[in-house]
């Protein structure tokens, strides 16, 4: 007999590749004719700006831009120089199951620059990236919650429910923020803008009806040399912007996955009218987005037949549930060791990368640099990358994954040859609680004729601590609800322990 399964169909996005791989580039850069030579070099550092991602029939391929930027000691002179190197970044690689149709979504991490030099007017400079990158298929999830057809009211059906999460959207949206960043009070004037950083976190996230809103903040850190002078000062900024990205449906329950990158960077040195110095700033930013929602669904799990022989087909999955994002507040306090005695703390840039969740902690890596003068007013840098574990606070039996990590709060003292560090990481968390369900995917009538048993019409049971309803009735041929009413149980009534009439099914 031909037996019909009725599903209910959610529409969702399956990821089909996942990768991560540290990748290095590297070119040489000329001093220009119109900079003096290399005395020394203090140290360097960079912004890596997306530039494009393609998928082809089983192959994924990304490519970037790292705008390096070298501080070094001029041979002769005194102050501070910078030697500007654009250092390209491309990576490609098998991806098995990807399309033209697939969607990637890219992240990087520049996790260090490096300039060694070659001569006074020549430097190798060197950057290594962290790649990941997830490509996504547009597809179906299908539950089998009924049976149709070839009498079915001979086969009993075990109907479970559970709230999955899927991935029901995956968006991204190119933008750009632009802001005036006037000098802080008391801060020197600006000569030359001398290198950058940005650092951009997805604070808020919710949703109004079908659109996500993204709030979040750029973290502007800028060295510069000091107007009419050779000193160096730092100034930091911070530039809050909001984003519509627009869904593919209204979502109930949603949670997101945010990944920013910049596209493009333009920061300048302005003065404002009325004399008052600062800086011009203009991001380009793409945001990436993969929305979780949560779909109460009914699937078959198990079946039987009083009557008939059948045979059910089944397939085991892993599913997610209690998606929740968080964030996690790590304190770092360390000592940066020093050739020489530290006199004043020029600039510092503090980043955390190479993050994951081992064993209930979050394990990073944080890179530090620091540009320091000592007594006579020499300029020295110094770098460091310091391991960090903290607890993650995700519980027990749930699964995390950290998206990102940022930097505030960071403090750097001068101490007896050293500098003394401090600094507050925040770590964006994605959590979850993975389940394991089995769903019968057919059902098929192996024999015509009905099955015939030699059990009493009722039989006696003290029901164990494993027992159920649907195990009694499926084991004894008879019914949850004949069970329930020879036994005068209300629904849901527990039975362990409980001696019970169970009447068999004619």
Same mark, same amino acid.
Request: hydrophobic content about 40%; overall charge negative; proline content about 3%.
């Given at each position: 007999?031909?037996?019909?399964?009725?599903?209910?169909?959610?529409?969702?996005?399956?990821?089909?590749?996942?990768?991560?791989?540290?990748?290095?580039?590297?070119?040489?850069?000329?001093?220009?004719?119109?900079?003096?030579?290399?005395?020394?070099?203090?140290?360097?550092?960079?912004?890596?700006?997306?530039?494009?991602?393609?998928?082809?029939?089983?192959?994924?391929?990304?490519?970037?831009?790292?705008?390096?930027?070298?501080?070094?000691?001029?041979?002769?002179?005194?102050?501070?120089?910078?030697?500007?190197?654009?250092?390209?970044?491309?990576?490609?690689?098998?991806?098995?199951?990807?399309?033209?149709?697939?969607?990637?979504?890219?992240?990087?991490?520049?996790?260090?620059?490096?300039?060694?030099?070659?001569?006074?007017?020549?430097?190798?400079?060197?950057?290594?990236?962290?790649?990941?990158?997830?490509?996504? +298929?547009? *597809?179906? %999830?299908?539950?089998?919650?009924?049976? !149709?057809?070839?009498? &079915?009211? @001979?086969?009993? $059906?075990?109907?479970?429910?559970?709230?999955?999460?899927?991935?029901?959207?995956?968006?991204?949206?190119?933008?750009?923020?632009?802001?005036?960043?006037?000098?802080?009070?008391?801060?020197?004037?600006?000569?030359?803008?001398?290198?950058?950083?940005?650092?951009?976190?997805?604070?808020?996230?919710?949703?109004?009806?079908?659109?996500?809103?993204?709030?979040?903040?750029?973290?502007?850190?800028?060295?510069?040399?000091?107007?009419?002078?050779? +000193?160096? *000062?730092? %100034?930091?900024?911070?530039?809050?912007? !909001?984003?519509?990205? &627009?869904? @593919?449906?209204? $979502?109930?329950?949603?949670?997101?996955?945010?990944?920013?990158?910049?596209?493009?960077?333009?920061?300048?040195?302005?003065?404002?009218?009325?004399?008052?110095?600062?800086?011009?700033?203009?991001?380009?930013?793409?945001?990436?987005?993969?929305?979780?929602?949560?779909?109460?669904?009914?699937?078959?799990?198990?079946?039987?037949?009083?009557?008939?022989?059948?045979?059910?087909?089944?397939?085991?999955?892993?599913?997610?549930?209690?998606?929740?994002?968080?964030?996690?507040?790590?304190?770092?306090?360390?000592?940066?060791?020093?050739?020489?005695?530290?006199?004043?703390?020029?600039?510092?840039?503090?980043?955390?990368?190479?993050?994951?969740?081992?064993?209930?902690?979050?394990?990073?890596?944080?890179?530090?640099?620091?540009?320091?003068?000592?007594?006579?007013?020499?300029?020295?840098?110094?770098?460091?990358?310091?391991?960090?574990?903290?607890?993650?606070?995700?519980?027990?039996?749930?699964?995390?994954?950290?998206?990102?990590?940022?930097?505030?709060?960071?403090?750097?003292?001068?101490?007896?040859?050293?500098?003394?560090?401090?600094?507050?990481?925040?770590?964006?968390?994605?959590?979850?609680?993975?389940?394991?369900?089995?769903?019968?995917?057919?059902?098929?009538?192996?024999?015509?004729?009905?099955?015939?048993?030699?059990?009493?019409?009722?039989?006696?049971?003290?029901?164990?601590?494993?027992?159920?309803?649907?195990?009694?009735?499926?084991?004894?041929?008879?019914?949850?609800?004949?069970?329930?009413?020879?036994?005068?149980?209300?629904?849901?009534?527990?039975?362990?322990?409980?001696?019970?009439?169970?009447?068999?099914?004619?």
């Amino acid at each position: 007999m031909d037996v019909t399964m009725g599903k209910k169909t959610v529409v969702c996005y399956h990821k089909v590749f996942e990768y991560a791989n540290l990748s290095e580039s590297a070119v040489e850069s000329v001093v220009p004719d119109t900079m003096p030579d290399i005395e020394r070099i203090l140290c360097a550092d960079g912004t890596l700006v997306i530039r494009s991602k393609e998928v082809s029939e089983g192959s994924v391929s990304v490519t970037a831009g790292i705008a390096a930027s070298v501080l070094y000691v001029p041979d002769g002179k005194a102050g501070v120089c910078c030697l500007k190197a654009a250092i390209p970044f491309s990576y490609s690689t098998d991806a098995p199951g990807v399309t033209t149709d697939s969607i990637p979504v890219a992240m990087f991490t520049l996790m260090s620059v490096e300039a060694h030099m070659l001569n006074p007017r020549k430097v190798v400079v060197r950057a290594t990236v962290e790649v990941k990158i997830t490509c996504y +298929d547009r *597809a179906e %999830a299908d539950y089998c919650c009924e049976v !149709s057809g070839g009498n &079915e009211e @001979d086969i009993q $059906l075990l109907v479970d429910k559970l709230a999955i999460s899927h991935d029901v959207c995956v968006k991204e949206k190119t933008f750009v923020v632009t802001d005036e960043l006037r000098l802080p009070a008391g801060k020197p004037g600006v000569g030359e803008l001398l290198r950058d950083t940005v650092e951009l976190s997805a604070e808020d996230i919710r949703t109004v009806g079908s659109k996500v809103v993204i709030n979040g903040t750029a973290k502007i850190g800028l060295t510069y040399t000091v107007a009419g002078g050779s +000193d160096i *000062a730092f %100034a930091e900024f911070e530039t809050a912007f !909001s984003q519509l990205i &627009e869904a @593919d449906s209204e $979502l109930g329950a949603p949670e997101f996955k945010v990944w920013l990158l910049l596209t493009a960077v333009f920061i300048e040195p302005h003065t404002y009218v009325g004399g008052e110095q600062g800086f011009t700033c203009e991001l380009h930013i793409v945001a990436q987005t993969v929305c979780s929602d949560s779909v109460g669904v009914e699937y078959i799990s198990d079946c039987y037949s009083n009557r008939r022989r059948i045979e059910a087909e089944s397939r085991a999955s892993r599913v997610m549930c209690d998606v929740g994002r968080m964030q996690q507040r790590c304190n770092f306090h360390d000592q940066l060791e020093t050739a020489q005695d530290v006199c004043e703390v020029k600039a510092v840039s503090c980043s955390a990368a190479d993050f994951k969740i081992e064993n209930g902690s979050i394990k990073s890596k944080l890179a530090v640099t620091v540009l320091y003068s000592d007594e006579a007013g020499e300029l020295f840098c110094v770098t460091r990358r310091f391991p960090m574990e903290c607890p993650s606070g995700i519980e027990a039996g749930m699964c995390g994954a950290v998206l990102s990590a940022s930097c505030a709060q960071v403090y750097a003292v001068p101490a007896q040859n050293a500098i003394d560090l401090r600094a507050q990481v925040t770590f964006d968390l994605m959590c979850w609680r993975e389940v394991e369900i089995t769903q019968i995917t057919g059902v098929d009538f192996i024999e015509e004729e009905e099955v015939k048993t030699e059990r009493p019409s009722l039989v006696v049971v003290r029901a164990g601590e494993d027992a159920s309803l649907w195990l009694l009735a499926k084991r004894y041929r008879s019914t949850r609800e004949m069970i329930r009413t020879a036994n005068s149980l209300e629904e849901g009534e527990p039975i362990i322990g409980k001696i019970l009439l169970i009447p068999t099914a004619k």
